[in-house]
C-alpha cells in the first residue's frame, strides 16, 4: 500500500474517530450535519495538502508545508463563513469541527511523509 493511501486510510480513521467524540458533544440535528459536512471537508482539504507535498517534493518541504497550511487555512475560514450561509449549518460545530479534524490529520502527516 502506497504511503497517499496508508494517510487517506489513517485520516478516515482519525477522522471518523474524532467525529463520534464531537457527535458526544454536538447532539442537535444541526450539530450533527456540521460535525458530518466538517468531517467531509477536511478529508477533502487533507487530500488536498497531501498532494500539494508530494507534487513539490522533499526539496522543498518547508515551501510545501507552508503552502498546506495555506489551503487549510483557506478552507477553515471558507467554511466557517460559507457552512452557515449556504448550508444552514451552526457556526461552532462546523468551525470547532474542521479545526480539530485538521489539526489530527495534520499532525500524523509527517509519519507518512517520512515512510
Known sequence: MSR?????????????LVGMLLRLAYTSEAGQRAVLAAAVVALVVQGMAWGI???MGPQQVMAAWGAAALVRAVA??????AGPRLGGLPLEPAAISLAVFLFVTTL???????S
Open 4 to 16: 497517499g493511501a496508508r494517510f487517506a486510510v489513517t485520516s478516515l480513521v482519525l477522522v471518523g
Open 76 to 81: 477553515l475560514v471558507g467554511f466557517a463563513i
Open 53 to 55: 507535498i508530494r507534487w
Open 108 to 114: 500524523v502527516e509527517p509519519l507518512f511523509l517520512k
